[in-house]
Structure formats: structure tokens, C-alpha cells
């Protein structure tokens, strides 16, 4: 079951309403007492239902869910969409410059401080989490990768495990292997990190970026699972066929 709901993020788009949505497994309605884990994400309209994704393609994850009869939370949120490159500095951390798209003003720590202190507080009184770090992860995919890869270093007091999907590394190489060098984590700390192989070519030198990242991230005894996607490409179908790779990374041994 996937409800929607419309929330405002005033501190970046004011009282512009954007759309919510939060996946409860069936089992939900069936054991009132029975909590779960909670898996935030980001572009929430891509997630769930092709009618609201961007490309008319969603990662079918209410689908996959239901089918493996996975015991999740699932809360998500729907990107900027404004065409001054709102999401990009809203899926930021860092500013960057790019001949494509200018300057760009990273709002990132805007946004994981909305999701942080406003969205989780709200799921967790609402519905039936388990809402110690332990059992909250946080996922998503090319900028919402990035995304999810400062997060779990940034908030690591709040997430426990990610999965960052095509992460947009190019951004700023150097200040994100710096956050990932100077950052506390915690012990135990799981990340699941991909990257398509038909992707490597879209910005230079990511194979080495990519490398360089994932050495870090063993560095700082990050549990790592990482993979170049055969024949993966940059788009919600080929993310879709990761889900099971992700969730049973995510999920590991957590019973």
C-alpha cells in the first residue's frame, strides 16, 4: 500500500506544495503491533507509479516489495522541479561548477536537515518504525546517490546504511572524498555503491573517480558492497533491476 500526501519544504520552496508518499507493507494493517525499519529516498514521483516519474518510468518498488514480501517502511519525497536547476541544488551537498549547467549552489545540507529533523520526526509518530539508527537507511540515484552517500556520513548518527545508485561523484570529486576522509562514522557503518558500465563514459575520468572513492570508503572501514552494472545504464529501468542487490544490502542480516 503506497499513500500520498502533500508537504512544503519552507526553508527552500516556501509554501510550494511537492508530493509525499510512504509505503506500508501488507502485513501493516494485519499485526497492530509489528514495527519496521524505514527506508527514506529521494525523488520521490520516480519511485513508485510510472503516471507521476519524470520519463513515464518508475522503479517499480511497490511492485518488488509486495511480490518479496519485504517488512520495510518506504518514505519518500518528490524532487525540486523547478527548471532553474532546482534539483540539482536541492540534491547538492557541495557548490560545483559545470560547463553544462553554471554555478550551482548546493543546498544539500538544507535538504538532509528538512529530512532529518521535519520528515523523520513526523513518519516515526505516525506510523509504526523502528526508528533507532540501526533500522533507518536512506537510498537513491544519480544526484539522489550523491545524496544518499553524504547523508550516511553527514548524518551517520541518523542512518546506519545507504545505497547510493549511480552517485553523481563529478559534482566535486574532492570535497566528497574529503568528507568521506574527515567525517565520523560509526562502526558497522554499510554502504551499497554501483555504477553502470554503458554510465562510465558520460563524464571523464569516473572509472578513476569511482576507484578513488571506493578505495576511501574501504579506508575508513566502511562496509562496502560495490558493483559496475553490466550494461548499466543511467535511467530508472536499469536502477530497477538493481533493487534486489540494494535491499538485500540494506538488509543484512538485520533479523
Known sequence: ?????????????????RRAYIYLPNSYRYHAERRYPVLYMFDGHNVFFDEDATYGKCWGMKEYMDYTRTQMIIATVECNHSPDHGRLKEYSPFDFSDPQFGSITGKGKLTMD????????????????LPDRKHTFIAGSSMGGLMSLYALFAYNRVFSRAAALSPSLWTNPEKIGHMIQTQ????????????????????????????????????????????????????????EQQIPFFINTLLYEMN
Open 184 to 239: 565520523s562514522i560509526r562502526k558497522g557503518t554499510v554502504l551499497y555503491m554501483d555504477y553502470g558500465s554503458n554510465e562510465i563514459a558520460n563524464h571523464d575520468n569516473m572509472i578513476e573517480e569511482y576507484s578513488r572513492i571506493c578505495g576511501l570508503l574501504l579506508e575508513r572501514k566502511v562496509h562496502l558492497t560495490s558493483r559496475i552494472v553490466p550494461n548499466g545504464s543511467h535511467c530508472e529501468a536499469s536502477w
Open 1 to 17: 500500500m503506497v499513500k500520498k500526501w502533500n508537504v512544503t519544504i519552507p526553508r527552500l520552496t516556501g509554501r510550494e506544495k
Open 114 to 129: 528538512w529530512m532529518v529533523n521535519e520528515l523523520k520526526p513526523y513518519i516515526d509518530c505516525s506510523y509504526r518504525t
